[in-house]
């Protein structure tokens, strides 16, 4: 069965660098998502993409947050400048669109944490 | 997006069907209703969705009041797998809204 992918599966970093995370999407699917959860909290919407353009949004998704699909089969976030409120689990989803609904499919996640 | 409620927890006994209830009084014409669990901290798990029918699937069954105005998920023979939080989400755009959803045990 496909599944979403996601890599690294934790990522430790120090505050103020850089992140990439990374995912790679099941192959026929055309939208894009990311998601966070914070330790204890609930999963919490990030960005969706489509057509490699974002179309939704959350107040989360600040300047410090970007999205790419560099290529045909990988789909990023980025962190420009982490800071330690970052730490958390990051999933991406992507989907199709069928019958006017959404079937998001989750990757098993990335583990962020920021010192 | 409409808002959901939910109860914080249920217990099932392993075999019995687990039933999950979820209100969405505004819920809007063209706003489906989603179904996710997540076990531990693993990503969330589609299960099952519905506009106004009732659906069935190999995982469960969705049941949606006539007004549209609260479903129930049923588990029709839970097992200890099943041990997850439950999510249901109104959506009718791109983004799940997953609230704190029902811990579910399953017990022997």
């Known amino acids: 069965e496909p599944e979403v992918t996601q890599t690294p599966s934790h990522q430790v970093t120090q505050m103020g660098q850089e992140v990439i995370l990374r995912c790679v999407p099941i192959?026929?699917?055309?939208?894009f998502y990311w998601y966070r959860q914070i330790l204890g909290q609930k999963v919490e919407f990030l960005v969706s993409?489509?057509?490699?353009?974002?179309?939704?949004k959350s107040e989360i998704f600040d300047d410090q947050f970007s999205v790419e699909r560099p290529d045909g089969s990988n789909f990023t976030l980025k962190i420009r400048s982490t800071k330690l409120e970052d730490s958390a689990m990051y999933f991406c989803?992507?989907?199709?669109?069928?019958?006017?609904?959404?079937?998001?499919?989750f990757g098993p996640g990335t583990r962020l944490t920021v010192t | 997006d409409a808002k959901t409620t939910q109860p914080p927890s249920m217990d099932c006994a392993e075999g019995r069907a687990a039933n999950l209830p979820c209100n969405h009084s505004?819920?809007?014409?063209?706003?489906?209703v989603y179904w996710y669990r997540q076990i531990h901290s693993q990503g969330p798990q589609y299960i099952i969705h519905?506009?106004?029918n009732n659906e069935t699937n190999e995982m469960a069954s969705l049941i949606i009041t006539e007004d549209r105005k609260s479903s129930t998920l049923i588990l029709p023979h839970a097992t200890l797998r099943d041990t997850a939080v439950y999510y249901c989400?109104?959506?009718?755009?791109?983004?799940?809204?997953f609230g704190k959803g029902t811990s579910l045990l399953v017990t022997p």
């Open positions: 989803a992507s989907s199709d669109f069928l019958q006017g609904h959404y079937e998001q499919y």
């Open positions: 192959s026929n699917h055309l939208y």
């Open positions: 993409f489509y057509n490699n353009e974002i179309s939704e």
């Open positions: 505004t819920i809007s014409g063209n706003e489906y």
């Open positions: 519905g506009l106004k």
């Open positions: 989400s109104v959506i009718s755009g791109y983004a799940l809204n």
